[in-house]
């Protein structure tokens, strides 16, 4: 079975300020999701790595995959309090049958004015 | 309304009666979820369906109960609820273009008295 582990679970941090969250995954895969959560809210897709070395970016936000390392980070630039949310990672696998996704503990962030 | 809905939103009811919880998506995407969100413990998978009458068991299904007679809904049956039941529920759906990528409905709330 499938591990994903997120840290850290929880990140306090200044505004202007930079940091990195972490997914760990104990299975070989090569797609790796990353999604936000607003407080009280659904989950919204915020990036899809399909390959190793994938990066993506949006804004303050960017993914990368290390399909070896098996590891994403999602580093955070310059946080404005608009990113305070609970990011989690998603990782596909082959469990036998169908591709199954296994999600994070999540990482909820808070972002200080 | 397009996209993925769950209804309803909100519910409370009473130990040992039964409960279902509405999905419905209008991409026409194959795979379908249901996930329960509670403190402590992440999203949990509930129940899964690659298609029209194919559904199978995820991380947590007892005392669940799926179908999926269409491919736009996917209900899911609380036959006896319990207070353990009491939870945020997630619905989302894939379509496979080469990943794994969820899109969540809104969530319905539901408390077991």
Known sequence: ?????????????????????????????????WYRQDPGKSLESLFVLLSNGAVKQEGRLMASLDTKARLSTLHITAAVHDLSATYFCAVDWDSGGYQKVTFGTGTKLQVIP | DAGIT????????????????????????????????????????????????ITDKGEVPDGYVVSRSKTENFPLTLESA??????????????????????FGPGTRLTVL
């Open chain 1, 1 to 33: 079975e499938l591990k994903v582990e997120q840290n850290p679970l929880f990140l306090s941090m200044q505004e202007g300020k930079n940091y990195t969250i972490y997914c760990n995954y104990s299975t070989t895969s090569d797609r790796l999701y």
């Open chain 2, 6 to 53: 769950q209804s309803p939103r909100y519910k409370i009811t009473e130990t040992g009666r039964q409960v279902t919880l509405m999905c419905h998506q209008t991409w026409s995407h194959s795979y379908m979820f249901w996930y329960r969100q509670d403190l402590g413990h992440g999203l949990r998978l509930i129940y899964y369906s690659a298609a029209a009458d």
């Open chain 2, 82 to 103: 319990t207070r353990s039941q009491t939870s945020v529920y997630f619905c989302a759906s894939s379509g496979w273009s080469g990943s794994n990528e969820q899109f």
